[in-house]
C-alpha cells in the first residue's frame, strides 16, 4: 500500500537529527579542526577605553587640568577612545556571545559619541542648552547604570564595583550641574570620576592579565567559578572545557 505524502514527510522528519544535535556535530568538527580561531576578548579594551577617557574628563571637574584645554582634549578622546574604539569592543563581545559587556560598550560608546557631539553643538553655537540640561543628561545617565550595576551582581566584584561608582558619578554630576550648585561639588565629582576611572582600569588589568597567564594573579572577586583560558564566546571561559562539560569529551 502506497503511504500518503504527508506520511511519508513525517516518516522521513523522524530520521532527521535534531537543531541542537546538528549544532554539537559542527561544534565538535570545528573545535577539531586546526581552522579554529576562537574570538579573542574585548573586555580589556572596552573597559581602558572607558577609563581612560572618563579620567580625562574628571581631571577638568575636578580643576586639575586647565579647563580649555582638557575640554578639548575630552572632545577628542570621546570621539576616537571613548567613543569608536569602545563601541567596536561592544561589537565583538556580542559575537563572543557576552551579552553584557556588549550592551556596555555599546551603550558607554554611544554615551561619549553623544557627548563629543553635544560639545561641538555647544562650542559651535547650534545648540545652547539651559542651565540645568546636563544635569539631566546626568540623571538619564545614572538611571541607566543603575540598571546594569544590577546586572553585575553575578560577574565578580570589581565589576560591580565599577558600576557602583559609575552610577554615583552620575548621581554627584547631575546634583553639580545645578544651578545652585558649588564648586566643591564640582570638584568633588571630578575626583570621584578619577577614582571610577582607576575602578575601570583595574578591572581592565585583571581581566587582561588573568585571561593571558590563564588563571587568576590579579584578584577579581569572582562571584562563581571562571575558566581563565583561550579566548572564547562567554566571559573567560574556555570554548573546549565548556563544550566537553555540555557534549561529552571531543574526539
Do not use: H
Amino acid at each position: 500500500m502506497c503511504k500518503s505524502r504527508s506520511s511519508f514527510i513525517t516518516d522521513k522528519l523522524l530520521f532527521l537529527p535534531s537543531a541542537s544535535s546538528r549544532y554539537e556535530t559542527n561544534l565538535k568538527k570545528n573545535m577539531s579542526s586546526s581552522s579554529y580561531r576562537p574570538i579573542a576578548n574585548a573586555t580589556p579594551l572596552g573597559l581602558l577605553a572607558f577609563g581612560t577617557t572618563t579620567a580625562i574628563l574628571s581631571a577638568g571637574l575636578a580643576t586639575i587640568a586647565e579647563k580649555d584645554r582638557n575640554a578639548a582634549l575630552t572632545v577628542g578622546f570621546a570621539f576616537g577612545f571613548g567613543g569608536v574604539v569602545q563601541f567596536l569592543a561592544g561589537i565583538i563581545e556580542f559575537i563572543r556571545n557576552n551579552e553584557f559587556s556588549a550592551t556596555a560598550f555599546c551603550v558607554y560608546g554611544g554615551f561619549w559619541l553623544s557627548y563629543g557631539v553635544w560639545k561641538i553643538m555647544e562650542t559651535t553655537g547650534v545648540f545652547i542648552p539651559d542651565a540645568n540640561t546636563l544635569s539631566y543628561y546626568a540623571a538619564a545617565w545614572a538611571v541607566v547604570t543603575f540598571i546594569l550595576l544590577i546586572q553585575t551582581f553575578k560577574i565578580n566584584a570589581a565589576i560591580a564595583l565599577l558600576f557602583f561608582n559609575l552610577t554615583f558619578f552620575f548621581v554627584l554630576l547631575s546634583a553639580a550641574e545645578q544651578k545652585s550648585s558649588d564648586s566643591f561639588l564640582m570638584k568633588f565629582t571630578g575626583g570621584w570620576g578619577i577614582w571610577t576611572a582607576l575602578s575601570a582600569v583595574y578591572a581592565a588589568a585583571g581581566e587582561l592579565t588573568n585571561t593571558t597567564y590563564e588563571k587568576e594573579l590579579i584578584p577579581m572577586g569572582n562571584f562563581g567559578e571562571v575558566d581563565y583560558g583561550i579566548a572564547s564566546p562567554g566571559k573567560g571561559e574556555s570554548v573546549v572545557k565548556k563544550t566537553e562539560a555540555l557534549t561529552g569529551n571531543i574526539a
